[in-house]
Each structure stands twice: as structure tokens, then as C-alpha cells.
Antibody, heavy 124, light 109 residues
Framework: EVQLVQSGTEVKKPGESLKISCKGS????????IGWVRQMPGKGLEWMGI????????RYSPSFQGQVTLSADKSISTAYLQWSSLKASDTAMYYC?????????????????WGQGTLVTVSS | QSVLTQPPSASGTPGQRVTISCSGS????????VNWYQQLPGTAPKLLIY???QRPSGVPDRFSGSKSGTSASLAISGLQSEDEADYYC??????????FGTGTKVTVL
């Protein structure tokens, strides 16, 4: 059974650093991209970026470039999202998701499995 | 700020058909496939439709998707109370950035 299990709720102060995790199981972790999605309180989904655990190839949304860092440790089938200096505006639920890629005349890309989410609260 | 535009809300009575639109551009929907996600209250998003009109195993056939040009639609026929949720369209753009729609809240009256 494919599963993405994320780390637990975090409560941090502005300026602090944070690294949250997403552990994959039930499939070949190095065969699929892992994406990260932000959902601010009461708001919609925002695509943050994506990483391939095989070689850590990474793409960032222009909105999040320079604000966060994606990484992965394929030896333990885990992807990470980290901040070096949190802001109150980083308060949100963060989801990881596995991306399927099917190459063809038109390449198909979609997130088929999602983690349960990690709630990050940043408050002084 | 999303470039995929959805109506903020839609509603219907049980058994009715509800349609949600998703408007994009030639660099996203116009040249890439569209996916739809359902987010029930307090839960993670779930894949509902992929590649414009394909249903994953386990998704009821009352959910259907279509795409034409730079727009896509999700239809829910035979609306049920458990369909009350937020629905998001999604696509990739030609720069391989992921995009989500603005989201539509479906209410079952």
C-alpha cells in the first residue's frame, strides 16, 4: 500500500528554522517526484515545488523560490521541506504528494497519493 | 495568485447535476492535461479526475471531467451529501510549474 506519512504539528516563533518530513512507503521512492503544497488557513492550494529523490533534481514555484528548500534522503525514503527563518505568514498546512508522470504526445502529470499534512504555526 | 480560475461556490440538491468550470490559458490548460482534486473538510486533497477525464479506481462514475481549449469542467451527476467539499482543478504550465485553481466549494442543499 502506497503511503506518504508526514511529520507532526509544529509551533515555532518568527525567525526560527524548521524542517518537516514526508516518508514514503509501499513503492519505489526513487521512481517518482515528490511535490509540496501549501494551504494557508481558509485558503486554497498552492504548488510550492517538486523534487526527484533519485538525484534531488528540484523545481521551485517562482512564488517560493528562495523562501524554502526542498531536499530528500533516498536511503530512508524521506523528502523534506525546510525554512531557515520562519515568518508568521508561513503559518499553514503543508502537504506532500507523489507525482505520476506518463510521457506521450501530451505528457500526463498528476499527484496520486498525498500525505496527511503537517500543520505549521508561526507565532510570537 | 492562481491563474486557473474557478467559481468560488456551487450548490445543488441531492440528485441534481452540478458543473464546475476551470479557466486557464494556452500555456497551461491549452497545452497540458487537467486534473481535479476533492478536499473533504479537514482532510488532505484526493485525486478525483486525472488526464482531463480519467477516474482513479474507487472514484464513483457520477464524477466526470472534460476539457476544451483553455477550459475544463468537472461534473457531478446525482449529487450526494458526501460530495460536499472543496474542488480544485490543476494543471502544469509549459515551464513545468504546477498550478492549482482557485477552488470551488460545493454545497448540498
Amino acid at each position: 500500500e502506497v503511503q506518504l506519512v508526514q511529520s507532526g504539528t509544529e509551533v515555532k516563533k518568527p525567525g526560527e528554522s524548521l524542517k518537516i518530513s514526508c516518508k514514503g512507503s509501499g513503492y519505489s521512492f526513487t521512481s517518482y517526484w515528490i511535490g509540496w503544497v501549501r494551504q494557508m488557513p481558509g485558503k486554497g492550494l498552492e504548488w510550492m515545488g517538486i523534487i526527484h529523490p533519485r538525484d534531488s533534481d528540484t523545481r521551485y514555484s517562482p512564488s517560493f523560490q528562495g523562501q524554502v528548500t526542498l531536499s530528500a534522503d533516498k536511503s530512508i525514503s524521506t523528502a523534506y521541506l525546510q525554512w531557515s527563518s520562519l515568518k508568521a505568514s508561513d503559518t499553514a498546512m503543508y502537504y506532500c504528494a507523489r507525482r505520476i508522470t506518463i510521457f506521450g504526445v501530451v505528457t500526463q502529470r498528476y499527484f496520486d497519493y498525498w500525505g496527511q499534512g503537517t500543520l505549521v504555526t508561526v507565532s510570537s | 495568485q492562481s491563474v486557473l480560475t474557478q467559481p468560488p461556490s456551487a450548490s445543488g440538491t441531492p440528485g441534481q447535476r452540478v458543473t464546475i468550470s476551470c479557466s486557464g490559458s494556452s500555456s497551461n490548460i491549452g497545452s497540458n492535461t487537467v486534473n481535479w482534486y476533492q478536499q473533504l473538510p479537514g482532510t488532505a486533497p484526493k485525486l478525483l479526475i486525472y488526464s482531463n477525464n480519467q477516474r482513479p479506481s474507487g472514484v464513483p462514475d457520477r464524477f466526470s471531467g472534460s476539457k476544451s481549449g483553455t477550459s475544463a469542467s468537472l461534473a457531478i451527476s446525482g449529487l450526494q451529501s458526501e460530495d460536499e467539499a472543496d474542488y480544485y482543478c490543476a494543471a502544469w504550465d509549459d515551464s513545468l510549474n504546477g498550478l492549482f485553481g482557485t477552488g470551488t466549494k460545493v454545497t448540498v442543499l
